[in-house]
């Protein structure tokens, strides 16, 4: 394991909020957003609203950013996120997940508490200057982020659908050249 586990979930649900945005646009719905909560298993407040949704989608370009930030850019936004939010670390054990940080209450907006669980995951990630897990899809034509938790470092697509896509195009080119 890369990080801390509470470290990487969260990175991998802020990748997976980033990339929604991506065309076609897969968190349209408050439908979409209730099976994104439950995918990465969020606890606390939910209230299946359009403004909690509209709260949401507003914050993917922001989590773009600071996933595509390079390292002293990644800083400031941690740091503007967390004093926005009145951060305020505690280690909190609850429903099966074992000791791990929260920084602002359960029943803040959805939006406010994914925001300042990124902004914490990413802390993990400056410090030890980790920040090369963190790139582009390097499909052709996709801007996905990709975050690469793997032992060896391999993780280049944001998404088996790219992998594969470039699989099937790598396969192609061979077949033509021959
Ligand atoms: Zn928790
Ligand atoms: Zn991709």
């Known amino acids: 394991m890369a990080f801390a586990h509470d470290t990487e979930s969260a990175l991998l ?8 945005a991506e065309p076609p646009d897969t968190l349209e719905t408050v439908a979409s957003l209730e099976e994104f909560f439950e995918e990465h298993r969020y606890s606390g407040s939910h209230a299946r609203t359009r403004e909690e949704l509209d709260e949401v989608r507003a914050l993917r370009p922001r989590l773009r950013e600071l996933l595509t930030a390079d390292r002293d850019e990644a800083v400031a936004h941690v740091n503007a996120m967390l004093f ?21 209450e359960p029943d803040r907006p959805l939006a406010t508490r ?18 090369s897990r963190l790139g582009i899809c390097a499909a052709d034509g996709c801007a996905g982020v990709v975050v690469d938790l793997s032992r060896n470092r391999s993780r280049r697509f944001c998404s088996t659908t790219c992998g594969n896509r470039e699989a099937v195009a790598a396969y192609r080119a061979r077949q033509t050249r021959t």
């Open 13 to 20: 649900a802020a990748v997976a909020l980033a990339n929604s």
């Open 84 to 104: 926005e939010a009145g951060a305020l670390p505690r280690l909190v054990r609850h429903d099966g997940w074992d000791w791990h940080l929260h920084a602002v």
């Open 114 to 131: 994914i925001a300042v669980e990124t902004a914490m995951a990413m802390i993990d990630v400056i410090r030890p200057d980790e920040m």
